[in-house]
């Protein structure tokens, strides 16, 4: 009798334990509830990725991602009706960027984020904020000989390790010679190797190299070239958002469709455009 009384304890137990993380998986905060109770905005950006987000010559942080920071803390304030949002920024980088996302450290990361459907981590995606594309920095004096009298197996090509770029270089290229770089100062180590003449070329989007080109003091106009001039793909960047997040993938989006991101993002545009030859199929606003 006793054995059947505990066996009956046991199983209601079980049975309200089981409820218990049920409920409270269903009532998990989103990030607008957490939001608007601590009023605290986390972020990782990546502060290595000219125009996105940088060191100015005063180690002050700049850039296209810190401007849609602020534009996000106003519609905060006005969606939530809270007059201080303040703002925690979270080191992010490619390797990180998609965990720090999904393991609920940040509430968003903005950076060069291509587009993609990502299979190994559970987060989205917001609406695009910019579009560039895969293109290769070479040496001017150095660059119809590539177009002209290089076999695709004899060049030697840069690009950052777990990126796209690498994917597709790889896929495109399979007979060349690929050398990756990692780490924060990847880009600037592949287009120093370019200049040093150790590869011929580095691949990566055409707003980077034209970023990590100027970082380092060189003249695309003089020296260095982008090839091809309209870029091989076409990527669409996006902020990481957390999966399953309705409210907050909405606000977000209200904020990148917005007149005032326009107007940000315009300016850098109109410095490529001297540059890149956009693809007519990688435009961010139809």
């Given at each position: 009798?006793?054995?059947?009384?505990?066996?009956?304890?046991?199983?209601?137990?079980?049975?309200?334990?089981?409820?218990?993380?049920?409920?409270?998986?269903?009532?998990?905060?989103?990030?607008?509830?957490?939001?608007?109770?601590?009023?605290?905005?986390?972020?990782?950006?990546?502060?290595?990725?000219?125009?996105?987000?940088?060191?100015?010559?005063?180690?002050?942080?700049?850039?296209?991602?810190?401007?849609?920071?602020?534009?996000?803390?106003?519609?905060?304030?006005?969606?939530?009706?809270?007059?201080?949002?303040?703002?925690h920024l979270f080191n992010s980088?490619?390797?990180?960027?998609?965990?720090?996302?999904?393991?609920?450290?940040?509430?968003?990361?903005?950076?060069?984020?291509?587009?993609?459907?990502?299979?190994?981590?559970?987060?989205?995606?917001?609406?695009p904020f910019f579009s560039t594309?895969?293109?290769?920095?070479?040496?001017?004096?150095?660059?119809?000989?590539?177009?002209?009298?290089?076999?695709?197996?004899?060049?030697?090509?840069?690009?950052?390790?777990?990126?796209?770029?690498?994917?597709?270089?790889?896929?495109?290229?399979?007979?060349?010679?690929?050398?990756?770089?990692?780490?924060?100062?990847?880009?600037?180590?592949?287009?120093?190797?370019?200049?040093?003449?150790?590869?011929?070329?580095?691949?990566?989007?055409?707003?980077?190299?034209?970023?990590?080109?100027?970082?380092?003091?060189?003249?695309?106009?003089?020296?260095?070239?982008?090839?091809?001039?309209?870029?091989?793909?076409?990527?669409?960047?996006?902020?990481?958002?957390?999966?399953?997040?309705?409210?907050?993938?909405?606000?977000?989006?209200?904020?990148?469709?917005?007149?005032?991101?326009?107007?940000?993002?315009?300016?850098?545009?109109?410095?490529?455009?001297?540059?890149?030859?956009?693809?007519?199929?990688?435009?961010?606003?139809?």
């Amino acid at each position: 009798m006793m054995g059947k009384k505990l066996i009956k304890v046991f199983t209601v137990s079980l049975f309200l334990g089981f409820n218990f993380l049920v409920n409270s998986s269903a009532k998990a905060e989103t990030v607008l509830e957490r939001i608007e109770s601590g009023g605290l905005l986390r972020i990782g950006i990546n502060n290595n990725e000219i125009p996105f987000s940088y060191r100015d010559s005063n180690g002050e942080l700049q850039g296209i991602c810190l401007d849609l920071v602020n534009l996000i803390k106003n519609e905060l304030r006005d969606t939530l009706n809270r007059n201080i949002i303040t703002t925690h920024l979270f080191n992010s980088n490619l390797s990180n960027r998609f965990q720090i996302v999904q393991d609920g450290i940040v509430d968003l990361e903005c950076g060069a984020n291509s587009i993609r459907e990502i299979k190994d981590f559970e987060v989205s995606f917001s609406e695009p904020f910019f579009s560039t594309g895969i293109q290769f920095l070479a040496v001017r004096d150095k660059a119809n000989q590539l177009r002209n009298n290089t076999a695709i197996e004899d060049v030697r090509i840069g690009v950052l390790a777990n990126t796209t770029t690498e994917e597709y270089v790889k896929q495109r290229f399979p007979e060349a010679q690929i050398s990756l770089f990692r780490g924060i100062s990847g880009s600037n180590l592949g287009v120093r190797a370019v200049e040093n003449e150790r590869i011929d070329v580095f691949a990566d989007d055409g707003i980077l190299l034209l970023g990590a080109a100027t970082s380092l003091n060189m003249s695309l106009s003089r020296d260095f070239i982008l090839l091809p001039e309209t870029p091989l793909t076409c990527e669409r960047y996006g902020l990481i958002l957390p999966k399953n997040d309705p409210d907050w993938k909405a606000l977000i989006d209200r904020v990148i469709t917005s007149s005032e991101e326009r107007e940000i993002v315009g300016d850098w545009f109109a410095v490529a455009d001297r540059f890149i030859n956009n693809r007519s199929d990688c435009e961010i606003y139809d």
